[in-house]
């Protein structure tokens, strides 16, 4: 018995490596079968357009546009190297995501056991919204990597407690911050657990992190100032609605299984009973909350929660992308969960889970009613098979201009509604019902056809559409994916 | 049984060494009166009666969470002892029909208790009981040079037995062991200073079940003392209010006189007893050691006839009349006493809100009508936080097990409401401390009634309204509801008792009883 149970764990960190090397194997071969091959997105189009000037450039678009710089100079070199073809743009942040993989092992081995470690990084591999933006042309994977960075070193220095952790977190920290903003929710999460069990560090750590923490404000402040000096953002980008509990609770459904249709996601949500249930399962004899696991429940849901109060008090910023960076602490923690179960009960649930995230994966990819895909290069293809020079494209809301600007070769006339000059400094303009009209007559004056091209619904979509089809003849109506619609108009009648 | 190790002791004292922060406590506070502020104020109400009864289960909910946070915001508090102290000691041992080598054991334990002046007598009730082993009893104590006190006159049941050996003995303290309640030789080094306050009536000492891994049954009875004789005594101990548990405790004398002996008018005399000492001032303590152990049920059936026991004579309390209302208690006394007695009247909850799915099911109706999300985002963190601190406050020994016993002995509880309210007799019985064979599954007919009435309102409400968010919402209840259920279905199931060792022999294969006449 005792042999037994120290052989098996001996012989699985020996495999561990090859496993390891096949869920490697894996997501790449999913990401090559499905994800690579989707049309360009929106956010997409924008990191492509944003990354083709030189860097200075880069600098001031992404700094308009409410980033932080690093992925897109790193995408930036690899253009210059590779291309700007959307597949080896994406390959970039895969590239992120499969560095990922064994990082997420390290980072389990340093705190679980290896049969925890292998399953937890399982999930990161199938993991439905992990996938989506491992081929995303954004810098959630980037974000993802420096983040397991971080809480690898992070987590080194109560363990280990080296001055090789050290130097690492403070690297990982400043990179970070140059990753995204909301990286400092992670550093949050970091001191929030060191205060909550300072013992587990060594007694001069206070001054270090003050240290760290120094170090990254003197590093930061240019870029801050640099913002500021700016100005006002570009409002480029799309514009949220305060949270409300049901972004939460669906961010999470989604970090486990993706993007689903309303129907499916509402299904899998509202069985959130259930999780009462796991929990009672876990109540177990002497099974203690490690500080491992105290570490990563506060670095998924500190983040959550002051992301949703902040969107709350001062504006809204809750996205599920955004807080990407705590679906590997969610995992660790859910690994943990089942893990404290009986063999025979974890057995099963770890395999219903990974069946389960492996189904919704599978249906993320292949669904065409997947809600986040966005088939812009369909829509443009049919375009440019079928508008003629007489014909004018309206896309709305403007900023959708960007994947429709790469794909389209057309010989009609592209615009936006509201009408908006790229290459003039400022904002997009915002949207005025009572200018539709002039707007609209500007746009539609010497053209034959008016194809508009509806996505990313600002609140005012359908007032547009309402507009066109109140004042001209609608002759074609094509949903291309959700949320992605094209409309015909006749304009004239004299030809 | 083989001896425990120095480190086997530490360890199975673990649930009495617990703290829980108090931020953590108050935290729990708030999230529970936000979250019954939310659900009864804020959200509108479905179909009215459902929702009056959820918001009664609520009230309820918050008063166990307040209370049990009251009783834990202190569990170190220790009484005034002086080492030295010195009063002479009677141990009673209680026995009616138990196996010899069990009372031998404890005979003999008794006396290797190392105290200066102990009397040892077997309080041999098995004449009165009409046992056919009563007179080995009496040959037994000859033989381990005890006295035997045969009664003659029957009534009272256990507390007629003391009341009666407390006439023909004399010392200032006594001690009462149940027949299995092997005692440890410094058992009364360790309980017998508190005495030297003159007006320390009583002090009781864990019911420690030491054949606890035997199966389903005797770890999950375990696993839910655990909560009792860890935080929750621990807490009262601070309050004076520590319930006397019939076993394991020592007794001042002229205390129990004043009060008219153990009480014979309730099939718990102990609870009762303590209760009365309590307003006549007498004080009580808790000490949190295993100094004593004992025999958990090893059947369903057992464990079944037990819990009755204590659910009816806790519930005699406040049935018919309100003996909280009891001149001299305190407050806090008297809210100890209710809280005890409260956790049976949870069955009657645990039931209502079981029910709420199976309504919607068959008819649609809803207590709420809200988002479920919106819901979820209240009610998760205010669980899973009373859970945690549930957890930490036994030193994480509380168990699935035991909230599935908690939860699924509502029958119980509702079945005891009801012999109380309607004044049932009910004959007292000694727990068995044989592993009964047979099929129990009898006793869970309600939980396996719900199962089947929860998989076809399933089936039912799929039919009728189609796959709703509210469809899957009550099915993840009822399934929740089911999977609190199952291991009770299992405890009584034939096969528990397969391929177990048990700690003494079988009985007989006997017919299950579910009558509460003779529970």
Redesign the interface.
Known sequence: MTLAATTQPTKLVKAAPWIIAGLMVLSTLLSLAFFQRQSLRLDEAQSLWQTSHGPAMILKLVGEDVHVPLYHLILHVWQLFFGNDVSLARLLSFFFFLLSIPLMYALGRLCYDVKTSLFTTALFVISPFMNWYANEIRMYSLLVFMVLLNQYFFVSIFKKKTTGAWIGFTITAILGMYTHYFFFLILLADLFFYFYNRRLFLPRSLPKFFGVFFLLVVLFTPWVLYVLYLGSSANSAPSLAPPTTVNVFNTFSEFLFGFQTDHLNTILVSLWPLTILLAFLALRKNEKLRPETIYFLIAFLLPNIVAFAVSIVVRPVYLSRYLIFTLPSMYFVVAWLLGTYPRRMAIIARTALLVLMAGTLWVEAVSAATPVKENYREAVNYLEEHVKPADVIVVSAPFTIYPVMYYYRGPALLSTLPIWDMLAHGPIPAFFEAELPGQVSTLAAGHENLWLLLSYDQGYQEKVRLYFDTHFERTYTHKFSPGLSLYKYKLRYDR | MTENTPKEKTQRS?FMRAQVPRSMMVFTILLTLLYFYLIAFTFAAGNMTLFTLLIIGEIFHVFQVIMFVSTIWRMDYEAPQDKLHFEPVDIFITVVSEPMDIIEKTVRAAKAIEYPSVTVHILNDGFVAKKENWQEVEVLAKRLGVNCITRRTPGGAKAGNINHALRVTKAPLVVVFDADHVPHPDFLKKTVPYFVDERMGFVQVPQYYKNYQLNYVTQSAW?QQQLFFGPICRGKNRLNSVTMCGTNMVIRRTALEEVGGMSETSIAEDFLTGLYMHSRKWKSVYVPEILAEGLAPEDFLSYYKQQFRWARGSLDVIFPRNLLLLKGLTWNQRLQYFVSISFYLSGSIVLMNALIPIVFFFTGLVPIVT????L??IF?PY??LT??ML?KSSN?????R???FSMGQFHIHILALWSAMTRQKVKFSVTPKRAQTGNFLKLAIPHIAYVIVALVGMSYSYHTGG?T??F??NS??A??NV??FLPVIYAASPQLMRNKQLSVPKLVPEEVSVSTKDI
Not at chain 2, 371 to 374: C, F
Not at chain 2, 396 to 400: A, L, P, R, V
């Open positions: 673990e696993e988002s479920t999300m919106i979820a985002s998760l669980i899973l859970l945690y957890q994480f020994s509380f168990t699935f035991a909230l599935a796959l968010a509210s899957i919402a993840a209840w399934l929740l999977g609190v």
